[in-house]
């Protein structure tokens, strides 16, 4: 097996246990999971039992770090002041939580301004940021590279930039970089994988980029649409992806795949396939 650190999102249903077993079924050695519902909601209490049997096989498998993904109804940069309260209480409830998981990684959309202009976006999300932050927490916060779908914010490595110079305690925040996202955006990972790469350390900083998130698109460069494709079945297409899987700069960062699928079977595929992009190359 490469030392690729794959995997895909998986479900927190049957409990933390039961999806580090679904995890080791498909092969995965890194996963993503909803720290809630995805659409929000009341956080299930944490079952210590569980939690520990949890923690136990990660470590006797050597997965993680784990990407924690926070529900898409975060809107810490919202024209509504209560949508802001919920997302700020939301996230330090779940940065509380994931202090038990110690070491992993927490991504979230950083907002859609809802016409407020991109200023008043990133001033609110810095705001936020620097209200939920605990210095010495064990979790590191990423910022998801977005389409620009709407008024999303995140939609250059410029506006990245600008939200990490706002926080305080910049050392706990890093980058997700997500493959649909970023060409939806207008960054051609298909040319010019290092190009984009060079533009992203100018920019931001490579020693940001702590996670990828592997997604192929249903539609082309710039479309700013956000829909994602099957590894392979897309416009980035497999060779995109062997780039990514073989290249150095991004090597031993967590990819987890959030790709349309109907049961684990396809992941477990996706997954078996991107490895052997990996081996093969390694192996010549």
């Known amino acids: 097996m490469s030392g690729l650190l794959l995997g895909c999102h998986l479900s927190t249903a049957s409990g933390y246990a039961a999806m580090a077993a679904d995890a080791i079924s498909i092969g ?17 209490e944490l079952d210590d039992a569980d939690l520990a049997a ?10 993680g770090p784990l990407v924690a993904h926070a529900p898409y109804t975060y809107n810490l940069c919202s024209a509504k002041p209560e949508t802001v309260e919920f997302a700020r209480r939301a996230m330090r409830e779940d940065l509380a939580r994931m202090e038990r998981l110690p070491g ?22 810095c705001e936020g940021l620097n209200e939920v932050l605990e210095p010495g927490q064990k979790t590191t916060v990423l ?13 250059s490595f410029e506006e990245l930039a600008r939200i990490i110079d706002g926080v305080e305690h910049d050392e706990l925040i890093g980058v997700c970089l997500d493959t649909c996202h970023v060409a939806d955006a207008g960054y051609d990972i298909v040319h010019d994988l290092d190009g984009v790469l060079d ?5 931001v900083g490579l020693s940001r980029l702590r996670a990828l998130h592997l997604n192929d698109s249903k539609n082309p460069l710039g479309s700013h649409k956000d829909r994602h494709e099957r590894i392979g079945a897309g416009t980035l297409g497999l060779e995109t992806f062997r780039a990514v ?21 396809g992941w477990a595929a996706e997954i078996a396939l991107l490895r052997g992009m990996a081996e093969e190359a390694s192996s010549h």
Do not use: C, W
Not at 199 to 203: A, H, I, P
């Open 28 to 44: 995965a050695t890194t996963f993503a999971f909803f720290t809630r519902n995805p659409r929000g909601g009341n956080a299930r």
């Open 54 to 63: 949890f923690l136990a096989t990660l470590g006797e498998r050597g997965i």
């Open 104 to 125: 992993h990684l927490y991504n979230f959309h950083p907002g859609a301004h809802v016409k407020q202009g991109a200023d008043e976006g990133i001033r609110l999300i």
């Open 143 to 155: 910022l998801e590279t977005m389409a620009g779908k709407g008024t999303e914010v995140g939609r």
């Open 199 to 203: 533009e992203f350390d100018r920019v």
């Open 245 to 265: 899987v073989t290249n150095p700069r991004l090597a031993g960062l967590p990819m987890v795949l959030e790709t349309p699928q109907t049961g684990l079977s």
